[in-house]
């Protein structure tokens, strides 16, 4: 008994302190995130010799490496997540139906970005360019290598960022699949006359939009920051354009970095509004039903 | 689902005929299916009952093109169908549970085979009311899975099925995950809507209570074959082997000695080969007797009978060491528990078989 209610008593005082302590927890966190943003944009709209003024912002959207930067950035992001989507939407899915055996080896192939540093996976790649390279002007593995590094089109960046994101695109997908009965409603809208491609489309999707989603911002967040990769293999994209400005103008680099992470931060709140949209059946479903 | 109910349904005029020859399936090293053979004629309702395990599902599993078979053939109206695709097959299905999409509704839901094949709206439209109506959920059709309960979407499911007009329709234990009452309405529902539009169907349970109430001709299979197919009633009274006459129903095993008459008064053999008799409770009595072989040591009430157990004296090492009997529950009380009671055999056994 004495046991019993010390217990209990424990508990209680768990759950007394806990909201205090959470919310605590939860400003740090806040703050963490909140000041160095804050200084930054203040930072960027306070001139000392001026006053407030917007000019940095007008003058990093007027480099002359801006456009370029910003193209090249947006082109890598769409074939990204475009691209891994594509990959890994049926791969999942055919992992989940097919071979669940081979699930653990996938598994740890797709989190073996997670471990490797991205600059070794950038210095790897170089090597690996520069030997196929070095077959010669004109061999197969040289001209592979050029189109690969193709600067209007560079394929081994989009490659690498899919490899980047697969840590947590796996996982996402996993469990979003884990939470359906996809073999059941697979089966179902097959005999009913599906093709494999018409039930990816109107069965599985649908149901998974909300992981998908995730993982095309998880993406696109990614595209929008690397820096490693993309300086090691020599592309201006618009993180490695952010650092180069930043010796010659060095508030015009913090506001377009602030730029883009707001905007990160819009992709983040509106894929979030739109998977709590995606998840609509059972959620809207159970709220009519307490009706 | 009312059997009255005015509204047009989709009838279908090409109920198919079914016929597997020589089906085996073998899973790794497992083999699942041992030569299965099994016709189902057009318009004819076939259960397939077993125990769990026994390859019903994998049956089912191989017509509707969602496993392959390793050697035999299936045909559907003599058509052979093992290499056509699921998609194509024109089979519709019904599993056990939780296989509406749960990001449409219930219209989108039944719609679905509709929409795939690019019928006009209107038809749609005008299928998914009828449809509605045939399984009994009018005005449902804006609800989503979730707010349906699960007899109501096995309903749906039954709807969504119908709605391509399949030419056979499977059902996989498509009521196990309902409580009983349910259970029990939807199973006369299913069997009403399979008279009405004169389809082919197979069925599969592990209930035999359902295989019996339910099928034209009920398979029990064992191990991966059909161990007997035959009418209900047939099943029950002539069962083939002494596993059907377990599998089905309830029975005594008494043993008699080897090739002896039945008797009238049944009294346990103790040595010497002998026969065992399967005899359904129905088909015997117990008689308050001082010197009788057994007491009674239970009574089940099941509403109009009573089932009264009865111990055997002594170790029985063949037959069953306790007899069951049915009466009726307003004469139980002349059998009370802890009386002594002998056995008469008052109907004809169900099954005789050398031991
Ligand atoms: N995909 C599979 N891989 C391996 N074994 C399977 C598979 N599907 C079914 N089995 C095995 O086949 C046997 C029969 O399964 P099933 O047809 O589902 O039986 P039932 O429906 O009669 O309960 C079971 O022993 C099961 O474990
Ligand atoms: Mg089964």
Redesign the pocket.
């Known amino acids: 008994m004495v046991h019993v209610s010390r217990k209990t008593r424990a508990a209680r005082d768990v759950r007394v302190v806990a909201p205090g302590l959470s919310w605590a927890l939860i400003i740090l966190v806040a703050l963490y995130i909140a000041v160095p943003m804050l200084c930054a944009f203040a930072f960027s709209i306070y001139v000392p010799t001026a006053g407030f003024t917007f000019e940095p912002y007008l003058e990093s959207v007027r480099d002359p490496g801006f456009p370029g930067a910003l193209s090249l950035t947006l082109l890598i992001t769409v074939l990204t997540v475009v691209g891994l989507l594509a990959l890994m939407v049926p791969t999942m899915v055919y992992l989940h139906l097919r071979a669940p055996r081979w699930r653990p080896i996938i598994e740890i192939v797709c989190t073996i970005p997670l471990v490797v540093p991205s600059i070794a996976l950038a210095a790897g790649l170089v090597t690996v360019l520069r030997s196929m390279a070095g077959f010669g002007r004109g061999s197969l593995p040289a001209q592979v290598s050029q189109l690969l590094q193709n600067p209007d089109l560079p394929v081994v960046l989009v490659g690498s960022y899919i490899v980047l994101t697969l840590p947590f695109v796996f996982r996402s997908l996993d469990a979003g699949l884990r939470t359906i009965d996809l073999r059941t409603l697979v089966e179902s809208a097959h005999s009913l006359g599906a093709s494999g491609a018409t039930v990816l489309r109107r069965v599985i999707l649908p149901n998974i939009k909300g992981p998908v989603i995730f993982s095309a911002f998880f993406c696109i967040a990614l595209c929008l920051g690397e820096f490693t990769v993309a300086v090691t293999l020599g592309y201006r994209t618009l993180p490695v354009w952010l650092t180069q400005i930043a010796g010659s103008n060095f508030r015009a680099s913090i506001s377009m970095s602030l730029l883009i992470n707001a905007l990160t931060w819009a992709l983040l709140i509106a894929m979030t509004v739109l998977a709590g949209r995606a998840a609509p059946a059972r959620a809207r479903a159970l709220k009519g039903h307490e009706s | 689902m009312t059997l009255t109910a005015t509204t047009a349904h989709p009838r279908s005029t090409t109920a198919a005929r079914i016929e597997y020859t020589a089906v085996s399936k073998k899973f790794g090293d497992t083999t699942v299916l041992t030569g299965l053979d099994l016709t189902v004629e057009p318009g004819e309702f076939v259960a397939l009952l077993g125990p ?1 395990g026994c390859g ?2 994998t049956a089912l599993r191989i017509l509707a093109g969602f496993e392959t078979a390793s050697s035999g053939t299936l045909t559907v109206d003599g058509r052979d169908v093992l290499r056509v695709p699921a998609h194509r097959r024109g089979i519709g299905m019904v599993s056990q549970s939780y296989s509406l999409f749960p990001n449409l509704s219930v219209a989108d839901n039944v719609s679905f085979g509709l929409v795939v094949r690019r019928e006009v709206k209107a038809r749609r439209v005008a299928k998914l009311t009828s449809l509605l109506d045939l399984v009994g959920l009018p005005g449902y059709a804006d609800r989503f899975p979730a707010q349906l309960s699960g007899g109501q979407q096995q309903r749906v499911a039954l709807a969504r099925a119908l709605a391509i007009e399949p030419r056979v329709l499977l059902l ?2 498509p009521l196990s995950a309902l409580d009983a009452k349910v259970r029990s309405s939807l199973r006369e529902e299913i069997r009403n809507l399979q008279l009405r539009l004169g389809i082919t169907m197979l069925f ?1 349970t592990h209930d035999q209570d359902e295989a019996l109430a339910m099928a034209d001709r009920v398979a029990v299979m064992r191990g991966g074959g059909i161990e007997q197919i035959d009418q209900p009633g047939v099943l029950y009274d002539q069962p083939s082997t002494d596993f059907v006459a377990r599998f089905v129903g309830t029975t005594n095993q008494l043993a008699v000695a080897r090739g002896a008459a039945i008797p009238d008064l049944w009294v346990p053999l103790r040595e010497g080969d002998h026969d065992l008799l399967y005899v359904r409770p129905e088909s015997l009595m117990f008689e308050e007797y001082d010197r009788g072989c057994a007491h009674i040591v239970s009574h089940v009430y099941r509403g109009a009978t009573t089932r009264i157990t009865a111990k055997i004296d002594g170790s029985i090492s063949r037959g069953s060491s306790e007899i069951k009997v049915d009466v009726p529950s307003a004469s139980v009380t002349e059998l009370p528990i802890g009386i002594r009671v002998r056995v008469r055999l008052t109907g004809r056994p169900a099954l005789r078989v050398e031991a």
Do not use: F, I, L, W
Request: hydrophobic share 15%.
């Open positions: 769990s019903k599902s996989d234990e599969v």
